[in-house]
T-cell receptor, first 114, second 115 residues
Framework: AQSVTQPDIHITVSEGASLELRCNYS??????LFWYVQSPGQGLQLLLK??????LVQGIKGFEAEFKRSQSSFNLRKPSVHWSDAAEYFC????????????FGKGTHLIIQP | EPEVTQTPSHQVTQMGQEVILRCVPI?????FYWYRQILGQKVEFLVS????????KSEIFDDQFSVERPDGSNFTLKIRSTKLEDSAMYFC?????????????FGDGTRLSIL
């Protein structure tokens, strides 16, 4: 069964600074990988996804993520954060040709300092 | 952009009562899902539904849970006899295909509070 680890529970970043949120996964093959964002009281919004091909994927709101097979990682990055980026970020794994349900990490709470 | 909509946004129910959570998936999507998120914990998969039957369910989805697509647009989750530990945010999601090149789109959730 697949699993996802987000090692940072909270991250604090100054507005305008760069951001990297870590995600490591465990899966027997190349998985489908996703990052979702959850603002307070809101649902999960898809930021970006990786299925195959180029290992650097671009998403909405200026986010990108890089799939590194050798490190089993799919870290999320943004060059310059805005106060509106404060939210909970979830990394998720989907199995190829296998289980329907996504497996989520525990999430990273992003705090933006002025 | 089409959205998954869920009603109600907040449901308060007495322990032991039945509750039905409602979802309207994106109209051309074929796969439907329920997830839950207990406060402060990660999002957990409950069940997937395709072609009018359960495709997959997790160990959380026991006999007190059921899902139904009563008409062409709604997708419901029923909890027969609620327990305190059922208090959580419940998310509905839909996708055009199974997880793959068509990702799951989530609704804003229903917060279920069991008293």
């Amino acid at each position: 069964a697949q699993s996802v680890t987000q090692p940072d529970i909270h991250i604090t970043v100054s507005e305008g600074a760069s951001l990297e949120l870590r995600c490591n996964y465990s899966y027997g093959a190349t998985p489908y990988l996703f990052w979702y964002v959850q603002s307070p009281g809101q649902g999960l919004q898809l930021l970006l996804k990786y299925f195959s091909g180029d290992t650097l994927v671009q998403g909405i709101k200026g986010f990108e993520a890089e799939f590194k097979r050798s490190q089993s990682s799919f870290n999320l990055r943004k060059p310059s954060v805005h106060w509106s980026d404060a939210a909970e970020y979830f990394c998720a794994v989907g199995a190829r040709g296998g289980a329907d349900g996504l497996t989520f990490g525990k999430g990273t709470h992003l705090i933006i300092q002025p | 952009e089409p959205e998954v909509t869920q009603t109600p946004s907040h449901q308060v129910t007495q322990m032991g009562q039945e509750v039905i959570l409602r979802c309207v998936p994106i109209s051309n999507h074929l796969y439907f899902y329920w997830y839950r998120q207990i406060l402060g914990q990660k999002v957990e998969f409950l069940v997937s539904f395709y072609n009018n039957e359960i495709s997959e369910k997790s160990e959380i989805f026991d006999d007190q849970f059921s899902v139904e697509r009563p008409d062409g647009s709604n997708f419901t989750l029923k909890i027969r006899s609620t327990k305190l530990e059922d208090s959580a945010m419940y998310f509905c999601a839909s996708s055009l295909h199974r997880t793959g090149d068509r990702p799951q789109h989530f609704g804003d959730g229903t917060r279920l509070s069991i008293l």
